[in-house]
């Protein structure tokens, strides 16, 4: 599978995000990949939920796998660290993420 181009782009509409299943909104800016395999497909993804996929190493996770990461493996590996800071709490996967961002970004 290769990369056509990725790059933040701003939303001309509301969107979901292919990692955590949240709502990308319209005029948001977010990262926009188009890859091309048998097909040309489009991913979308926070900006964060991408900041994320790398700051926790999601990819090198991924790479004996053939279909890339996708939103179930986002979901386990989000919890997972997720609760290493914040034992207590129950967020849904995109409220998750998001305060995972805040914690790792800083
Ligand atoms: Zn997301």
Known sequence: MDTL?????EA???????????EIKQGEIYRHSTFVD????????????HY????????????????????????????EDFKDFFPEEKLSVSDMAFKLYKKLGE
């Open 12 to 22: 001309r509409n509301n969107y979901k995000c292919d990692l955590c299943g949240g």
């Open 52 to 79: 994320l996929s790398h700051k926790l190493k999601m990819y090198d996770k991924v790479n004996m796998c053939e279909q890339g990461l996708d939103s179930e493996l986002f979901e386990v590996i989000v919890t």
């Open 5 to 9: 181009k990725s790059k933040e782009v």
């Open 38 to 49: 048998d097909g040309i497909y489009s991913f979308r993804e926070h900006s964060h939920c």
